[in-house]
């Protein structure tokens, strides 16, 4: 069974702060990571995709991985408050014999920033 | 830009009827998903589609579920005989890569909320 673990807060920041927000995943198999940002009733909106070791940065978004340690991680800089979302981790696995991967959700770290 | 949409936004059926659920994915993409969320829960993997036939189905993709790419256009998921457990948001979703090179980016439409009475 393959599990993505996160956090699952909630985690509050003040406006203007770094949030930090935590996942580990099962399956050294797996090849590539993603963060994706849930607002309440809505669908995922991919935020952040990374696949090799090391950092991605994209406007006030970091994505960390490190497939040693089987961790993968977002920062978000100078957090707004419409940034209050549940922020879901989502590792893709490809099965042997399997065309596409499939995608596997962490259960989603709900981050409030205040004003 | 492009994006992915579904319908209806919300379906109210009673248990052990037929529903189906429609999604119309980016226009340039290839793979197709369905994925589903009960209330509270985590998001789970449904089905993979690629040049019209099922690629990876999960252990909830029983003999109750089936896709259809019926056109051009749409992706369709059929659930024959609905269950009150059957009731959750079910997301489509898209996207351009696949396969030994596959990252993989899916980008979700907007969900189809189900409720079975």
New interface residues.
């Given amino acids: 069974q393959k599990e993505v673990e996160q956090n699952s807060g909630p985690l509050s920041v003040p406006e203007g702060a770094i949030a930090s927000l935590n996942c580990t995943y099962s399956d050294r198999g797996s090849q590539s990571f993603f963060w994706y940002r849930q607002y309440s009733g809505k669908s995922p909106e991919l935020i952040m995709s990374i696949y090799s070791n090391g950092d991605k940065e994209d406007g006030r978004f970091t994505a960390q991985l490190n497939k040693a340690s089987q961790y993968v991680s977002l920062l978000i800089r100078d957090s707004q408050p419409s940034d209050s979302a549940t922020y879901l981790c989502a590792v893709n696995f490809r099965d042997r014999g399997s065309t596409l991967g499939r995608l596997y959700f962490g259960r989603g770290t709900q981050l409030t920033v205040w004003p | 830009e492009p994006e992915v949409t579904q319908t209806p936004s919300h379906q109210v059926t009673q248990m052990g009827q037929e529903v189906i659920l429609r999604c119309v994915p980016i226009s340039n993409h290839l ?1 197709f ?1 369905w ?1 589903r969320q009960i209330l509270g ?5 449904l089905v ?1 589609f ?1 040049n019209n036939e099922i ?2 189905k ?1 252990e909830i993709f029983d003999d109750q579920f089936s896709v259809e790419r019926p056109d051009g256009s749409n992706f369709t998921l059929k659930i024959r005989s609905t269950k009150l457990e059957d009731s959750a ?1 079910y ?1 489509c979703a898209s996207s351009t890569s ?2 030994a090179l ?10 189809t909320r189900l409720t079975v009475l």
């Fill in positions: 793979y998903y994925y829960q985590k998001v789970e993997f993979s690629y690629s990876e999960s948001m997301f696949g396969g596959t990252y993989n980016e899916q980008f979700f439409g907007p969900g």
